[in-house]
């Protein structure tokens, strides 16, 4: 996919009110984005370079890539330069997917062809295309549709954002309206003020799920919203209701039960004395549930003794909503009941008699009940905002609002901005369509496009993920469960020979209803491909004498003590030998000269020795070998002394070895090591060139180790 | 040469392609980017392999780019040809295929002496 940005940007002098949707920085500046999409790279050249300074320009090849490039920035992308005959998917095929998903009513395309039969025309246009270009491309009259569309675009859609902020605003105050309104029943009746909207939130929960049900009545997302609204006012008329009744904590006497009862009739008055408004469908809910919502489904409610489905359903669902919230709150005459027992009462007829498919389906959410309002009363009413959205995207025609998707667009920003700052590699999977999205950044830097539908199939995708990674990568996403949904690992992706180590995280995501499946997930790739081989690196460095390469006096130790703790039954031979002569070497030759000895010198120890042998220098010229034997280590120890030394150049190299054996001395790092330097200490007394085993009786304690430090010294440079 | 003598050996129509263009200097880019433009090639793949759906897209290819590029000659043989493979496979290709081919090599060759031209002109 071509990315080319045009340099001038839009005169925004029309838009004014736009800043204030549109709070990006540097928002002012808006580069319309067209997308051209032709199978010929000449012809979108010749457009785009008809039209890259004043629009920012994306190409697509073929109907697909089209398609990719669409779902990627969807409302953000202001036309849509549209080929007919294309590779892969066709201008008309493309289209119809437009209409299916729901594009084309947003995103005008113009349809650029030579094809001009009339039926070609009559098809594009009933598909949705605003406009023709037809070939040969002349360029004004190009660059005029262009700069007209869109223009016409752009006020609709804002025109579409002020009646989307202007809905929002209606409702929002409405609801605060009610609200208050509501609130002045429960200031007097000493409630905690979540009554309202406990019994609202439930009420909408019911609508909700009987819609879902085969047998239950189907409510339109309008009819939801008005209902659960109009549940807030069902305790309106107990405004006129003294507060000694109100509010007397013990049981009411029959008379005042008459007058408590009153509250439904009052309520409802008061409702149908309103001067306007009477046919808003509101005002008749509200009207109907405060009348009927103390009927019983066997007629035995009052104030009008209804029966069956003679109560409106919306005051039965009200009923219900009211009895449970009214069970499991405490109130002046008692305390709350928990949340299973006064499902179970309420399953059981205790506490009035509903309608048996409200009953079964108050059962079936009765389990999510419980979180479901906790989570209302914690958070400050995330769900009326919800409940706003929503009705703002289901109203009227209003396809999506401009502002939601700008609001989307927003969050995409950042994303990308954070994903470009920290260089990791963002993606989110959904598994119905089989669909990959990575981070735009992400996305240039591995040349992968930032949509790639069915992944699992795609090679240039592949190509990143070896297989056995693809293999960990399945296992660990098995693991993952609804409750567990989060996982992490480390792993190398990359082009062969280019792999990187990464640390992946993601988090599965579930379906919210019914039996839980994946939808999909998100996660992210960190590459710490650096700070690993950092680590790796200084480990390795630590533990190796820079001059020869073999381990130095620390890392030796250590591994040899590993090795007689891992078997301590075994034989070990602990040899430490040193150059005959080396000062000689230094003195005549240069310090040059003396380090080139004692690296050949560690060049043919490599040579002669076994891979799980382990060799370290442990001084200035000093050597230090560790084996396992079976039965006699002295043939061993005499092949390796022969093997070493030599000539270098003209310096005739000669070596002395001092041997100590567990068998001897014990298991004991230390005791082992001055043994052997004390069989050395002799060997070198008596004039060196040989190899000896210490045999208990060489009691000196001088020892012939010298400081390495100097050497190392000049190892560096 | 001049880019509309250039035109003239093309058999193209240099005062249209101009008129729509607005600037010599992207006639002349176009034209010479159309030099490695592979839709030719395609056609010919697709003709050798009796390909309808590669054939008739690279001759509806042939057909747009001439059309914008003001090649008359290659628009008008490049068109028939798209309308004979429009619906299905047709013989007929052949013929008019060779047609095609005489105004694309023309087309290639006076673009190619009006490159080198330009070439001599600026050592």
């Keep these: 996919m071509l990315y080319k940005s045009g340099e001038v940007c839009y005169d925004n002098a029309d838009f004014g009110e736009e800043k204030e949707v549109m709070f990006l920085p540097g928002a002012k500046k808006v580069k319309y984005k067209i997308l051209i999409a032709d199978d010929s790279e000449m012809n979108r050249s010749i457009l785009a370079d008809m039209l890259e300074n004043e629009y920012e320009i994306l190409e697509a090849k073929n109907g697909k890539q089209a398609l990719e490039v669409i779902q990627t920035y969807q409302h953000d992308l202001s036309l849509v330069l549209l080929d007919i005959v294309m590779p892969e998917m066709d201008g008309f095929e493309v289209l119809n997917e437009m209409n299916c998903r729901g594009y084309i009513s947003d995103i005008p395309v113009i349809m650029i062809s030579a094809e001009s039969s009339a039926s070609h025309v009559e098809r594009a246009y009933e598909l949705g295309v605003v406009d023709f270009i037809s070939r040969p491309f002349d360029a004004l009259i190009v660059r005029r549709r262009v700069d007209n569309t869109i223009l016409l675009y752009a006020k609709q859609k804002k025109l579409m954002d002020l009646a989307a902020r202007q809905i929002y605003e209606k409702e929002r105050q409405s609801r605060l309206m009610i609200e208050i309104l509501s609130h002045v029943v429960e200031f007097r009746n000493c409630e905690s003020g979540l009554h309202i909207r406990r019994v609202r939130l439930l009420t909408e929960l019911l609508l909700r799920h009987m819609t879902k049900r085969p047998d239950g009545y189907r409510f339109s997302l309008q009819e939801i919203a008005t209902i659960s609204t109009a549940s807030a006012l069902h305790d309106i008329g107990k405004i006129a209701i003294p507060e000694t009744i109100l509010n007397k904590p013990g049981r009411l006497t029959d008379a005042e039960f008459a007058v408590m009862q009153t509250h439904t009739q009052i309520g409802a008055k008061m409702l149908d004395d309103l001067p306007v408004h009477q046919e808003d469908p509101l005002i008749k809910a509200a009207y109907e549930i405060c009348r009927w919502h103390h009927e019983r489904y066997d007629g035995g409610g009052y104030p009008d003794k209804l029966k069956g489905d003679e109560i409106p359903i919306s005051a039965q669902i009200v009923a219900l909503a009211d009895v449970y919230d009214a069970l499991t709150s405490d109130r002046v005459y008692k305390k709350a009941i928990p949340h299973k027992m006064a499902v179970q009462m309420i399953q059981d007829g205790k506490c009035g008699i509903f309608n048996p498919m409200l009953i079964s389906c108050f059962m079936e959410v009765a389990d999510t009940l419980k979180v479901q309002l906790e989570n209302d009363a914690v958070a400050e009413d995330p769900h009326r905002l919800r409940g706003v959205v929503e009705e703002l995207l289901k109203r009227e025609e209003l396809p999506a609002s401009a502002r939601t998707l700008r609001l989307l667009e927003h969050e995409r920003m950042k994303y990308d901005f954070i994903a470009a700052l920290t260089g990791d590699i963002q993606f989110e999977y959904t598994t119905v369509p089989s669909m990959l999205t990575l981070s735009y950044t992400a996305a240039n830097r591995l040349g992968l496009p930032e949509v790639i539908m069915d992944p699992e199939h795609n090679e240039n995708l592949l190509a990143f993920v070896p297989q056995r990674e693809r293999e960990q990568f399945f296992a660990v996403f098995q693991s993952t469960t609804p409750a567990r949904p989060e996982a992490k690992y480390d792993c190398m992706l990359g082009l062969e020979g280019n792999e990187r180590w990464y640390h992946v995280i993601f988090r599965t995501i579930w379906s919210e209803e019914g039996p839980q499946w994946c939808t999909g997930l998100i996660g992210k790739a960190i590459d710490i491909h650096d700070a690993r081989m950092k680590t790796n690196n200084l480990e390795h460095m630590a533990s190796i004498d820079q001059l020869t390469g073999l381990l130095n006096h620390a890392s030796a130790k250590k591994q040899v003590n590993a090795r007689m703790a891992e078997h301590p039954a075994g034989n070990y031979a602990l040899a430490i030998f040193d150059l005959d002569h080396f000062k000689l070497a230094n003195d005549t030759f240069g310090h040059q000269f003396g380090d080139q000895v004692l690296i050949q010198t560690a060049q043919q120890l490599c040579r002669c020795i076994r891979s799980d042998d382990i060799a370290a220098r442990v001084g200035g010229d000093e050597y230090l070998l560790f084996l396992e034997y079976k039965t006699d280590p002295e043939p061993t120890i005499r092949r390796i002394f022969s093997s070493l030394g030599g000539k270098y150049k003209d310096f005739l190299v000669a070596v002395s070895f001092g041997v100590a054996l567990t068998e001897t001395v014990g298991a004991d790092y230390d005791a082992l090591f001055q043994a052997a330097d004390k069989a050395l200490y002799t060997v070198k007394r008596n004039g060196g060139g040989h190899y000896r085993f210490f045999d208990g009786v060489m009691h000196d304690t001088f020892s012939v180790i010298s400081p390495i430090e100097e050497a190392v010294e000049r190892g560096k440079k | ?123």
Aim: with cysteine.
């Design chain 2, 1 to 123: 040469m001049t880019l509309k003598q250039c035109y003239d050996l093309l058999e193209g129509d240099y005062e249209d392609v101009l008129g729509r263009m607005r600037k010599e200097a992207l006639v002349e880019k176009f034209a010479l980017k159309f030099l490695n433009d592979s839709s030719y090639e395609s056609l010919q793949q697709g003709l050798a392999a009796k390909d309808q759906q590669i054939a008739f897209r690279a001759a509806h290819t042939i057909k747009g780019v001439a059309q914008n590029l003001g090649f008359t000659k290659l628009y008008e043989t490049s068109g028939h040809l798209a309308d004979v493979l429009r619906r299905e496979w047709s013989e007929e290709a052949f013929p008019l295929a060779r047609q095609v081919e005489a105004a694309y090599q023309k087309t290639i060759a006076a673009i190619k002496a009006y490159q080198e031209g330009c070439a001599h002109e600026k050592p």
